[in-house]
Every structure is written in C-alpha cells, then in structure tokens.
C-alpha cells in the first residue's frame, strides 16, 4: 500500500436534477502516484448528455499527458461538432499531431479538417492539411496541404485543391515548390478544369 490513490472519481449534480452534470475520473496505472489517465465530461446544455469530453493519457510516463482528446457538442445534438486530438509522439512535452475537426453545417459530419504533424522535433509543424466542405455536400471542397521538408519551420511544399464546380472533383490544383531553400517557391504549377469534364483543360508551370 503506498497510501495514495490510484482511481478517483468525482460526480457534482450543478444543475440539481438528479443527473450528474460533471464526470471526472483520473487513473493511475503506472503506480507512480501521478494520474495516467485523466476523463473529464460536462452536460453543460442540461440534456442529461456530456457535451464536453476531455480526455489525457500520459502513455510515457513522464507526469505529462501524451495524448489529448476534446469533444465538444456545441449544436446540442447530442453528436460532438469539434474534435481536437493532440498526440506528443517524439516525447518531448509538446504535441506533435494535432487534429481538429468542426462540423460547422450541423449535418454530424466534420466540414473542417485541420491536421498538423510535427516530425523534426523542433516544436512547429511540418505537415498542415486543411481540409473544407464550403458546398455542404459531406465532401471537401477545399484541399490545403503544406510541408516543411527542409525543416527550416517554413512549408517547402503547397498544394491547394478546390472544386468550383460542385462535382466532388477538384477544378483547380495549385501547387508550389521552394527547391531552393529560400523560403520563397521556386516552381508553381496550376491545372483548371473549365470544360468541367474532371480532366484539367489549364496547366501554367513556372520555373
């Protein structure tokens, strides 16, 4: 017995209906007296329902969380409308991979996607994704990819994909490249569809 404990549990009935309204649960499985697992959710929209899920693991053993998980339910659809998911992979107390997701159109699904990995340890990320569903369809409409290859904490790489023409196929690609590692790009390729026929009819490369 070492005298501290290794599950707690609070329940607090704010709103005095005879439903819990604030969950938090913290376990500690590594033993070291430090919780490895914290659970936190609120019904903040009194609908008997956790509108707020708040979860950290702390998978490395280092008394900070690892990996966070945020749900929101903003809509008060009983369906969470953001997800944030934060991932520290390279151990180094910052996260490494973050993932957010809105579903802004209130269809219970995402419509804003926004991936960023960092993979050189230096704290900035080097991949970004962002991802949009303008047409409200179910399918991204806006494509935003930038990479930083060099590892100069300046994207390298830009991608950006849209589709005009509401036919879950992109009409217009942009992409840039900084090959010579001026943080300025160097290439810049653009290809339009305009005959709307999912082949792009425009290519403008420069050099």
């Known amino acids: 017995m070492d005298a501290q404990p290794d599950i707690w549990l ?8 005879a439903q819990p309204d604030i969950w938090l649960l913290k376990l500690d499985v590594l033993q070291d007296a430090q919780p490895d697992i914290w659970l936190l959710k609120l019904d903040v929209l009194q609908d008997a329902q956790p509108d707020i899920w708040l979860l950290k693991l702390d998978v490395l053993q280092d008394a900070q969380p690892d990996i966070w998980l945020l749900k929101l339910d ?10 944030l998911l934060k991932l520290d992979v390279l151990q180094d107390a910052q996260p490494d991979i973050w993932l957010l997701k809105l579903d802004v159109l209130q269809d219970a699904q995402p419509d804003i996607w926004l991936l960023q990995l960092g993979s050189h340890q230096d704290a900035q990320p080097d991949i970004w994704l962002l991802k949009l569903d303008v047409l409200q369809d179910a399918q991204p409409d806006i494509w935003l ?8 904490a300046q994207p390298d790489i830009w991608l950006l994909k849209l589709d005009v023409l509401q036919d879950a196929q992109p009409d217009i690609w942009l992409l840039k490249l900084d090959v010579l590692q001026d943080a300025q790009p160097d290439i810049w390729l653009l290809k339009l569809d305009v005959l709307q026929d ?7 490369l420069q050099l």
């Open 10 to 17: 609070l329940k607090l009935d704010v709103l005095q209906d």
């Open 74 to 83: 903003v809509l008060q659809d009983a369906q969470p409308d953001i997800w």
């Open 145 to 152: 990819l930038k990479l930083d290859v060099l590892q100069d």
């Open 198 to 204: 999912a082949q792009p009819d425009i290519w403008l």
